[in-house]
């Protein structure tokens, strides 16, 4: 099995910089790096996967994209999969909680299990698992952007849900 190509972009966001990996058959991860960090300044390919994800990103922030099309290359399976799927079907504006989302993952009772899935999401924004809200409407646990539940109101708020 050949390697596959790893394509790197970046992008400025009210968050950060974000990283955003790529192969030639999708997207693979979405970092916020560390405030400071220098980044190189050459561009991606204009056709390829990650320069259209950091243009999705932009427009995304602001305020002219509701949606992602992008090609997506993440490993996992099973149940993590289900959730990611189910998660990404989640529509722009809108929250679900933990639980929703186990149910429409197929396993009402693994709300548990959905937030730790959520923990390791390798997509985020493009995934939204900010839009993954406690049951009672608060706002819960956001690692993944590095400020935590201030991106996730952020975000929420970008988007016109209400917090």
């Given amino acids: 099995m050949a390697a596959r190509k790893h394509q790197r972009a970046y992008v400025e966001t009210p968050l950060g910089t974000l990283a955003i990996d790529g192969s030639e058959r999708g997207l693979t991860q979405i970092d916020l790096l560390p405030v400071g960090k220098t980044v190189p300044v050459s561009a ?12 999705q990103l932009e427009e995304y922030f602001n305020g002219r994209r509701r949606e992602f099309d992008l090609p997506l290359d993440y490993e996992t399976g099973g149940f993590e999969r289900q959730v990611l799927s189910a998660l990404a079907r989640v529509p722009y504006g809108k ?3 933990y639980g929703e989302l186990a149910g429409m ?5 693994a709300a548990r299990a959905v937030g730790n899935i959520m923990r390791q999401n390798p997509l ?40």
Avoid at 134 to 160: H, I, P, V
């Fill in 105 to 109: 993952a197929g396993s009402p009772r």
């Fill in 95 to 97: 929250t679900v909680s």
């Fill in 44 to 55: 991606p390919e204009p056709a390829s996967v990650v320069a259209k994800a950091a243009r």
């Fill in 124 to 163: 985020m924004i493009v995934i939204p698992c900010h839009r993954v809200i406690g049951a009672d409407g608060s706002l819960r646990g956001y690692g993944g952007l590095g400020s935590g539940l201030s991106a996730k109101r952020m975000l929420l708020e970008l988007e016109g849900a209400s917090v």
